[in-house]
């Protein structure tokens, strides 16, 4: 089904269109509430609420951009009021990752188990402890694979600034993983 | 040499993999079911409320034009209708509100719960 006509049954007050579109859109939604706030417990409520201001405003869509990244973006605005409410979070990024939490996960025999996996998880954890705007760009370009220019459209950022988070986080990421798993190159070198 | 090389582009390889890989945990299968029932409510209570804004409209505007009718013209000695308000404004404020109050609990508030609670919810 095409934006326009969806947009056009929603606003008809059609609940099957709107089923269609949640369906459609709630794993974008859902990855970016996940990623931004960290919060497993919060992320279900949030995703709600962005759903129901996406019914609210539908008339606002004027189709300036495609209807996923709309959505993204009343997900990003969201994400981002309830950080500045909860307070507990630096919206602006820095350099220093702090510590990174990670649980019960044992790196004492990684290079037995160094596997694709393992890395997942490592990265994972990785992507939680860095600043909440390198979060959501690296979930929106590797995750929903959207690009340069959409990601742009969803958070606001210039494009440059968007391709040097991308890269200064990818770095932060790798270097991290580097940190925790520093047996992953012989085994690596072992496979060859 | 060739063999770091290698190594480092598997690193990339698995990182970049790790990166668009899901994360462990998904929304509850019954989501989009609840988005559903959420949004039949909110137009549900839209639309009982656009309907009670347009009858008080309707009953306030007759209102206004019988008062006018009236009130004008009055007579030179002061218009008794008038009179009548001012001497009982606390009173009549009172009753319109009692009024009011109890046209949009039996206009909004009931048929909305009752409509929440007795018909399934699928085709609420």
Same mark, same amino acid.
């Given at each position: 089904?095409?934006?326009?006509?969806?947009?056009?049954?929603?606003?008809?007050?059609?609940?099957?269109?709107?089923?269609?579109?949640?369906?459609?859109?709630?794993?974008?939604?859902?990855?970016?509430?996940? *990623?931004? !706030?960290?919060?497993?417990?919060?992320?279900?409520?949030?995703?709600?609420? !962005?759903?129901?201001?996406?019914?609210?405003? !539908?008339?606002?869509?004027?189709?300036?951009?495609?209807?996923?990244?709309?959505?993204?973006?009343?997900?990003?605005?969201?994400?981002?009021?309830?950080?500045?409410?909860?307070?507990?979070?630096?919206?602006?990024?820095?350099?220093?990752?702090?510590?990174?939490? =990670?649980?019960?996960?044992?790196?004492?025999?990684?290079?037995?188990?160094?596997?694709?996996? =393992?890395?997942?998880?490592?990265?994972?954890?990785?992507?939680?402890?860095?600043?909440?705007?390198?979060?959501?760009?690296?979930?929106?370009?590797?995750?929903?694979?959207?690009?340069?220019?959409?990601?742009?459209?969803?958070?606001?950022?210039?494009?440059?600034?968007?391709?040097?988070?991308?890269?200064?986080?990818?770095?932060?990421? *790798?270097?991290?993983?580097?940190?925790?798993?520093?047996?992953?190159?012989?085994?690596?070198?072992?496979?060859? | 040499?060739?063999?770091?090389? +290698?190594?480092? $582009?598997?690193?990339?390889?698995?990182?970049?993999?790790?990166?668009?890989?899901?994360?462990?945990?998904?929304?509850?299968?019954?989501?989009?079911?609840?988005?559903?029932? +959420?949004?039949?409510? $909110?137009?549900?209570? +839209?639309?009982?409320?656009?309907?009670?804004?347009?009858?008080?409209?309707?009953?306030?505007?007759?209102?206004?034009?019988?008062?006018?009718?009236?009130?004008?013209?009055?007579?030179?000695?002061?218009?008794?209708?008038?009179?009548?308000?001012?001497?009982?404004?606390?009173?009549?404020?009172?009753?319109?509100?009692?009024?009011?109050?109890?046209?949009?609990?039996?206009?909004?508030?009931?048929?909305?719960?009752?409509?929440? +609670?007795?018909?399934?919810?699928?085709?609420?």
């Amino acid at each position: 089904m095409e934006d326009a006509e969806l947009i056009a049954q929603i606003k008809d007050g059609n609940t099957n269109a709107f089923r269609f579109l949640v369906d459609k859109h709630k794993n974008l939604v859902w990855h970016m509430v996940l *990623r931004m !706030i960290n919060r497993r417990e919060d992320a279900e409520d949030l995703c709600q609420d !962005i759903f129901i201001r996406v019914f609210k405003d !539908i008339g606002k869509f004027r189709g300036d951009s495609k209807l996923s990244t709309w959505i993204g973006t009343i997900a990003y605005n969201t994400c981002i009021d309830h950080l500045r409410k909860k307070g507990r979070e630096k919206l602006y990024p820095t350099d220093n990752l702090g510590s990174v939490s =990670y649980g019960k996960m044992s790196l004492e025999t990684a290079s037995d188990k160094v596997d694709r996996l =393992y890395i997942k998880k490592i990265v994972h954890k990785v992507i939680e402890a860095l600043p909440v705007h390198y979060r959501t760009v690296i979930t929106l370009y590797h995750l929903e694979e959207m690009s340069y220019k959409e990601i742009e459209q969803i958070t606001g950022m210039p494009e440059g600034t968007v391709k040097s988070y991308l890269n200064r986080s990818r770095e932060m990421v *790798r270097e991290r993983v580097m940190q925790l798993v520093p047996d992953i190159q012989p085994v690596l070198f072992d496979s060859d | 040499m060739n063999s770091e090389r +290698k190594n480092q $582009h598997e690193i990339e390889a698995m990182i970049t993999e790790a990166l668009r890989a899901e994360p462990d945990f998904s929304l509850s299968s019954s989501f989009t079911d609840k988005m559903v029932i +959420k949004i039949q409510r $909110h137009m549900a209570w +839209k639309e009982l409320f656009t309907e009670f804004a347009l009858k008080i409209g309707l009953i306030a505007g007759t209102l206004i034009v019988l008062a006018i009718c009236l009130i004008f013209p009055a007579p030179k000695e002061g218009n008794p209708v008038i009179q009548i308000l001012g001497n009982n404004l606390p009173v009549i404020s009172i009753v319109c509100f009692l009024i009011l109050f109890t046209y949009f609990v039996d206009q909004v508030l009931l048929k909305y719960f009752f409509r929440k +609670k007795f018909l399934p919810e699928k085709s609420f």
